[in-house]
């Protein structure tokens, strides 16, 4: 069974410039998450979809990012205009409802 | 303070020995307590998940929740080079349900 498939898996891209990820979930998972990864930090939520709904987007900069979950299955998250501090590793996970979430490989990002 | 607290190490240790991780948190509303590893350039991976207070044994791996002293632990026997990785708990519960992260453990097992 194929996991949770993220893309790019690399991006280098320079500041106030537009940068897109694309995540797609573990079939039949109808939770998806986007976390944002510093380097030697955990993991920090930046949205949750359940299906095509964002339930928990408290932590997304809005100013700055976007993300959408059109058909309920794929999902991209969007940073336009990217500023340096915006370098890190992307990191999406699905679950089945609230259960375990299952971690892509995540994309690291990095703004020069 | 952060809800979840975890040594960032690194923590290096020879191949065989029992290796011993831990976290602290403040939040008495999480009832569910995972690890989860992470090799270099990967994701995290789900290794043990504990729900509520107890031991859960793996393999080489067991984990250990305490809610009275708000403290969980993750052993590793028998350790082996490719045990090498970072180590993340996670535990989520209460009203927002969201996973919360230690900041992660940094491994080395030499062989």
């Known amino acids: 069974e194929a996991g949770v498939v993220q893309s790019p898996r690399y991006k280098i891209i320079e500041k106030k410039q537009p940068v897109a990820f694309w995540c797609n979930p573990i079939?039949?998972?109808?939770?998806l998450y986007w976390y944002l990864q510093n380097l030697g930090q955990g993991p920090e939520l930046l949205i949750r979809?359940?299906?095509?709904?964002?339930?928990?987007d408290s932590q997304l900069p809005k100013d700055r990012f976007s993300a959408e979950r059109l058909k309920g299955v794929d999902s991209t998250l969007k940073i336009q205009p990217a500023e340096l501090g915006d370098s890190a590793v992307y990191l999406c996970?699905?679950?089945?409802?609230?259960?375990?979430?299952?971690f892509g490989p995540g994309t690291r990002l990095t703004v020069l | 303070q952060k809800e979840v607290e975890q040594d960032p190490g690194p923590l290096s240790v020879p191949e065989g020995a029992i290796v011993s991780l831990n976290c602290t948190y403040s939040?008495?509303?999480?009832?569910?307590f995972m690890w989860y590893r992470q090799y270099s350039r990967k994701g995290p991976e789900l290794l043990m998940y504990?729900?509520?207070?107890g031991n859960k044994e793996d393999g080489r791996f067991t984990a250990q929740v305490d809610k009275s002293s708000k403290y969980i632990s993750l052993f590793i026997r028998d350790s082996q080079p490719s045990d090498s990785a970072t180590y993340l708990c996670a535990m989520m519960g209460g009203a927002t349900n969201k996973l919360i992260f230690g900041t992660g453990t940094l491994l080395a097992v030499q062989p």
């Open positions: 996970a699905s679950s089945l409802g609230d259960s375990i979430q299952f």
């Open positions: 979809y359940e299906n095509e709904e964002a339930v928990d």
């Open positions: 504990t729900y509520s207070s």
């Open positions: 079939s039949g998972h109808n939770t």
């Open positions: 939040n008495s509303a999480f009832q569910y």
